[in-house]
């Protein structure tokens, strides 16, 4: 079980209310913390999806489920995006993670709008509930004996997803070159 409600936390409103489409990148974000075993410990991951063209901008993986993890993949998305990111929304659970003061520090520093569904509801998170069962079913179907195997495999399918993995909501390409097409045509838009 990841998520575990801080009952001390105030929680942030639900700006998506189970409505995982964008308009626009960096409009709205989604991020989750799953768990993989390995031998007889585990390793959890933790990500942060572009709702708009379904690219995962940052990711952490850790050996526990400390705050440091998402605030380690926010990092990792804003950097993705230059550090731009004032005025987006990200989406979570009500984990104690996403409700811990560290992370709205961070999500605050970088003028991130904080969203949170319900507790117990996975349909309230259902983009980032739905990537990690993909990851689970296409990359994790053989168990790991090491940490560093299970982090290579991960590692390689994350690659796979954002650059080669076609999506039905994004007509067919892959998250990147979704991502492509949107800024080249921004681009033309600009020049027009």
């Not at 001390?8 to 626009?24: C, E, G, I, K």
């Not at 989604?30 to 379904?54: E, F, K, M, N, P």
């Not at 319900?118 to 689970?136: C, H, M, P, T, V």
């Amino acid at each position: 079980r990841t998520t575990v409600p801080d009952r001390l936390a105030p929680p942030a409103p639900d700006l998506v209310r189970r409505n995982f489409t964008a308009a626009a990148l960096d409009e709205k974000w989604c991020g989750h913390i799953t768990y993989v075993q390995v031998g007889g410990t585990w390793l959890y991951l933790a990500c942060v999806i572009d709702i708009c063209s379904r690219r995962v901008l940052g990711w952490s993986m850790a050996t526990h489920m400390r705050t440091e993890p998402v605030v380690d993949a926010l990092t990792m998305a804003v950097s993705a995006r230059g550090g731009h990111v004032a005025g987006v929304i990200f989406h979570a659970d009500r984990g104690s993670q996403y409700t811990s003061t560290a992370f709205s520090q961070v999500s605050d520093s970088f003028g991130i709008r904080r969203s949170m569904g319900r507790i117990g509801s996975s349909y309230d998170n259902a983009l980032a509930e739905s990537f990690w069962q993909g990851l689970k079913r296409e990359a994790l179907r053989r168990p790991f004996t090491t940490i560093r195997q299970a982090r290579l495999a991960i590692f390689e399918w994350l690659t796979y997803y954002n650059a080669r993995r076609r999506h039905s909501s994004l007509g067919y390409l892959s998250p990147a070159e979704f991502e492509h097409q949107q800024q080249r045509g921004n681009k033309l838009t600009l020049a027009a």
